[in-house]
């Protein structure tokens, strides 16, 4: 079937792409360079049509910041199959020390046509412009909190410091800061500066979680948010960024699978008996990871359910809810657990994403009964269980 394939090797960039195409049984590629624009990248599919004839087309480039806009122009045609592979994964010879473009798309066809290439699960146009929004959403948070760093810092600086309450940025702190004067006319400015450049990002967010609140009412996404919303440390905003980053748990057969996506399973450096293990590997979505860390913090506290995760319960699967409740006394034990042994709060935090993931994955993932004996059924459910 690979003698029927022509494969082509495409190495992106902002303003060209370089082409590497290896026609069935050749051992050397034809390669040219074109602009990347979309006149050119029509002509490019004409070129390849005609040249492959009637054998099927598959094409491949490295996952980057051209996002999927070049796979969608050339699979608009209907005959190309063009995918994105990881580039983290792509084998690399410790001995090859030259990099240019033609050599890394004749090095993308080549190894696609031998299998060594992994595939990136892309999104559809409309998963990515909601992931675009929740992304948007974290990065109008990341400017609030530094334009409050900056006023803090210049009010630290004039000596001036909140002690009402432990926490800033409560309603009695922003009571106080309208209620300082300065004397000196720049201070004023800068203050006023940069008091209304937290102003204007707290409207921004208003606004984004407005947006974001009426997405996760969008059929595909409104009963999974209500899923997630029965843990403890997940609302809307974050679990509407955990599904649109993920656009499909379902492509995940195994918890441990979704947790080495997320990069929060050990590294190791095994050889014969040495068994050598390390830091989490931090591959994959490093967005999902960031805000599982984050949640979990919560898990360290005593398993309850206050007022808020009550109402956010209400009307949702018992399934659900009791996953969820296993998870808080799981996750708490885990977490103490290892405080006792000597961890460090951070690790101990980082362990307990890592199983958060799993009772992530079993309440998205519809419970259906396993194919097979029951013995079978039994053993497979044992398994499940040591990997949550």
């Given at each position: 079937?690979?003698?029927?394939?022509?494969?082509?090797?495409?190495?992106?960039?902002?303003?060209?792409?370089?082409?590497?195409?290896?026609?069935?049984?050749?051992?050397?590629?034809?390669?040219?360079?074109?602009?990347?624009?979309?006149?050119?990248?029509?002509?490019?599919?004409?070129?390849?049509?005609?040249?492959?004839?009637?054998?099927?087309?598959?094409?491949?480039?490295?996952?980057?910041?051209?996002?999927?806009?070049?796979?969608?122009?050339?699979?608009?045609?209907?005959?190309?199959?063009?995918?994105?592979?990881?580039?983290?994964?792509?084998?690399?010879?410790?001995?090859?020390?030259?990099?240019?473009?033609?050599?890394?798309?004749?090095?993308?066809?080549?190894?696609?046509?031998?299998?060594?290439?992994?595939?990136?699960?892309?999104?559809?146009?409309?998963?990515?412009?909601?992931?675009?929004?929740?992304?948007?959403?974290?990065?109008?948070?990341?400017?609030?909190?530094?334009?409050?760093?900056?006023?803090?810092?210049?009010?630290?600086?004039?000596?001036?410091?909140?002690?009402?309450?432990?926490?800033?940025?409560?309603?009695?702190?922003?009571?106080?800061?309208?209620?300082?004067?300065?004397?000196?006319?720049?201070?004023?400015?800068?203050?006023?500066?940069?008091?209304?450049?937290?102003?204007?990002?707290?409207?921004?967010?208003?606004?984004?979680?407005?947006?974001?609140?009426?997405?996760?009412?969008?059929?595909?996404?409104?009963?999974?948010?209500?899923?997630?919303?029965?843990?403890?440390?997940?609302?809307?905003?974050?679990?509407?960024?955990?599904?649109?980053?993920?656009?499909?748990?379902?492509?995940?057969?195994?918890?441990?699978?979704?947790?080495?996506?997320?990069?929060?399973?050990?590294?190791?450096?095994?050889?014969?008996?040495?068994?050598?293990?390390?830091?989490?590997?931090?591959?994959?979505?490093?967005?999902?990871?960031?805000?599982?860390?984050?949640?979990?913090?919560?898990?360290?506290?005593?398993?309850?359910?206050?007022?808020n995760l009550r109402k956010r319960r209400e009307g949702q699967p018992a399934r659900v809810i009791a996953i969820a409740d296993r998870a808080q006394q799981r996750l708490y034990r885990r977490y103490q657990r290892m405080l006792m042994q000597g961890k460090p709060p951070n690790k101990a935090v980082v362990a307990t994403a890592r199983e958060l993931a799993g009772f992530l994955w079993a309440a998205l993932t519809q419970h259906q009964q396993p194919r097979g004996s029951k013995e079978t059924a039994a053993r497979r459910h044992e398994k499940d269980k040591r990997a949550l």
């Amino acid at each position: 079937m690979e003698m029927s394939i022509t494969w082509v090797g495409l190495d992106a960039h902002k303003k060209s792409i370089s082409v590497a195409m290896l026609l069935p049984g050749a051992r050397v590629p034809e390669e040219w360079t074109i602009e990347n624009e979309a006149v050119a990248i029509r002509r490019l599919a004409q070129r390849l049509e005609k040249a492959s004839g009637e054998r099927e087309i598959r094409c491949c480039y490295e996952a980057g910041p051209c996002g999927y806009a070049l796979q969608r122009q050339l699979e608009r045609t209907g005959r190309i199959v063009c995918e994105v592979v990881a580039p983290s994964l792509i084998p690399v010879k410790p001995g090859d020390r030259i990099k240019t473009d033609r050599r890394d798309a004749r090095k993308l066809a080549e190894m696609n046509r031998a299998g060594l290439l992994t595939v990136v699960q892309p999104p559809t146009e409309e998963e990515e412009s909601l992931r675009d929004l929740c992304r948007c959403r974290a990065d109008a948070k990341a400017d609030q909190m530094r334009a409050r760093h900056r006023l803090a810092k210049m009010l630290l600086r004039r000596g001036i410091v909140f002690n009402g309450t432990t926490r800033g940025w409560t309603s009695k702190h922003v009571a106080w800061l309208k209620t300082l004067r300065f004397e000196n006319v720049f201070d004023r400015v800068v203050f006023d500066d940069y008091l209304l450049a937290i102003s204007h990002v707290d409207e921004r967010l208003r606004a984004l979680d407005l947006q974001i609140e009426q997405a996760a009412q969008h059929p595909r996404y409104r009963e999974h948010v209500a899923w997630l919303r029965c843990f403890r440390g997940i609302d809307t905003n974050t679990a509407m960024s955990i599904l649109t980053e993920l656009h499909g748990v379902e492509r995940f057969q195994s918890p441990r699978q979704l947790m080495a996506y997320l990069g929060l399973v050990p590294s190791e450096h095994s050889s014969s008996t040495a068994v050598r293990r390390g830091s989490i590997t931090k591959t994959g979505n490093a967005h999902v990871r960031r805000l599982l860390i984050e949640t979990s913090w919560h898990y360290r506290h005593r398993p309850g359910v206050g007022p808020n995760l009550r109402k956010r319960r209400e009307g949702q699967p018992a399934r659900v809810i009791a996953i969820a409740d296993r998870a808080q006394q799981r996750l708490y034990r885990r977490y103490q657990r290892m405080l006792m042994q000597g961890k460090p709060p951070n690790k101990a935090v980082v362990a307990t994403a890592r199983e958060l993931a799993g009772f992530l994955w079993a309440a998205l993932t519809q419970h259906q009964q396993p194919r097979g004996s029951k013995e079978t059924a039994a053993r497979r459910h044992e398994k499940d269980k040591r990997a949550l």
